[in-house]
């Protein structure tokens, strides 16, 4: 974003978190994604996890499989806003 207002009469803002959960929320629902939910989705991504721990041995293959995983499952990540709650 810009450092500096583009021009006179402009000023940068930040939504508020009560904002940015509400417009998670809504582009979650308008996408068909769900909440995360510790009890159901956990355990199955670990289930997953494990599968492919067996075929790449890479820390960083697990952690795109996990973010793969959970595109297709329609969750969003661990830390998003709506998936604190």
């Known amino acids: 974003?810009?450092?500096n207002p583009p021009c006179p009469g402009f000023?940068?803002?930040?939504?508020?978190q009560k904002?940015?959960?509400r417009i998670?929320?809504?582009?979650?629902?308008l996408t068909?994604?769900?909440r995360w939910l510790n009890k159901s989705h956990s355990s199955?991504?670990?289930k997953d996890?494990?599968?492919?721990a067996r075929a790449?041995?890479?820390?960083?293959s697990l952690f795109n499989r996990a973010i793969e995983y959970l595109s297709e499952q329609k969750s969003p990540s661990p830390g998003t806003p709506c998936s604190r709650t």
Do not use: C, D, S
């Open 1 to 3: 974003m810009f450092r």
């Open 11 to 16: 000023r940068l803002f930040n939504h508020t």
């Open 19 to 21: 904002a940015r959960v």
């Open 24 to 29: 998670y929320q809504r582009i979650f629902q």
């Open 32 to 34: 068909g994604h769900q």
């Open 44 to 46: 199955a991504l670990a």
């Open 49 to 52: 996890l494990k599968e492919h």
């Open 56 to 60: 790449w041995g890479q820390p960083r």
